[in-house]
């Protein structure tokens, strides 16, 4: 078990190495001159070679790279560019919305994806079934921006439901009522796609674990469906339904930074979209680094607990 833990650490180490390094260098891939959109109409060559001396930007792409990963390290993002307010705290103004929509949208989408994948299960290729399959299809085909601007028309315009609509993200400690109504569109958009990759990945391991001895037996004591299912069944189905999880919720970033821009929602989705109209560069180096280390800590997280289900794997 630790030289698992050991090794997956040394490979999530290997990655961030390899992400701060490319997000580095997208400064300098993205078109334009920081110095140009600083310096506006003041851009001239002497207030550049001025400039791009206070800024470190005429010393070697390594240098520039060790000093700024330096400053990352003791969590200085540096300043914006354009609204001269640290990058880190634009973030970590930004980050909760992110992560509450996440948490909402993963709840709603396990607690619908494992009742019915069960009672699917039960019954393969029954009228229940059949409808839940061609209903997942159908969702899994629709994007996530179709479903909220549908959501939208539907809940916020025909209904008249308030604090649903564009701009109408309330913060959670203003008022959390208010809070979850504004996000739950968003969260039940984000929820629909998850749904659809639980509930067919958990219904096919179900399926099949079914259908081994030691349910055999289960059932020959007399157990009832339900504690078969929950207790001798779920465990062992749901190792694919984490991993698969932990891959899903990093695509969820990118499903829900378009949410967020299409609702006004002062994530960091909504933000990094603003910073690349505005070409804020810092930022949008700041945002991608945080969302990338993110994702990798998240897909960690998960092959930990993956391991803790089925302790098989760290000996594999």
Not at 40 to 59: E, F, I, M, V, W
Not at 82 to 89: A, F, G, L, P
């Amino acid at each position: 078990m630790l030289r698992y833990v050991r090794r997956r650490l040394a490979m999530l180490l290997g990655i961030v190495f390899v992400i701060s390094v490319g997000s580095f260098y997208l400064i300098h891939l993205l078109p334009g001159d920081p110095a140009a959109v600083i310096l506006g109409t003041g851009d001239t060559p002497a207030n550049r070679a001025l400039l791009y001396r206070q800024l470190g930007l005429n010393r070697p792409l390594v240098d520039q790279y060790f000093i700024w990963l330096g400053h990352i390290l003791h969590g200085n993002f540096g300043i914006s560019f354009i609204s001269q307010t640290s990058v880190w705290s634009t973030i970590r103004a930004a980050l909760p919305i992110d992560l509450e929509l996440i948490v909402l949208s993963q709840i709603l989408a396990f607690a619908i994806a494992i009742p019915l994948a069960m009672r699917s299960a039960r019954k393969p290729d029954g009228i229940l079934d059949r409808i839940l399959g061609a209903g997942s299809f159908t969702l899994l085909s629709i994007p996530p921006f179709i479903v909220i601007v549908l959501l939208v028309l539907i809940v916020s315009i025909k209904l008249g439901v308030s604090n649903t609509g564009p701009s109408s993200y309330v913060s959670l400690g203003s008022d959390w009522v208010v809070n979850l109504e504004s996000l739950s569109l968003p969260a039940l958009t984000l929820a629909i796609g998850s749904f659809v990759i639980y509930y067919r990945v958990l219904r096919s391991d179900l399926i099949a674990t079914l259908q081994e001895e030691f349910i055999t037996v289960a059932r020959s004591k007399g157990l009832t469906r339900r504690r078969i299912m929950w207790i001798h069944a779920f465990r062992p189905s749901s190792v694919a339904l984490l991993g698969t999880a932990g891959v899903n919720i990093g695509g969820l970033l990118a499903s829900g930074f378009v949410v967020e821009y299409l609702l006004a929602i002062p994530g960091l989705g909504y933000t990094l979209i603003a910073a690349i109209n505005n070409s804020d560069y810092l930022l949008v180096q700041g945002i991608v680094l945080v969302v990338s280390v993110g994702v990798v800590v998240i897909n960690f997280l998960f092959d930990f607990v993956v391991n803790l289900v089925d302790p098989r794997i760290s000996r594999e």
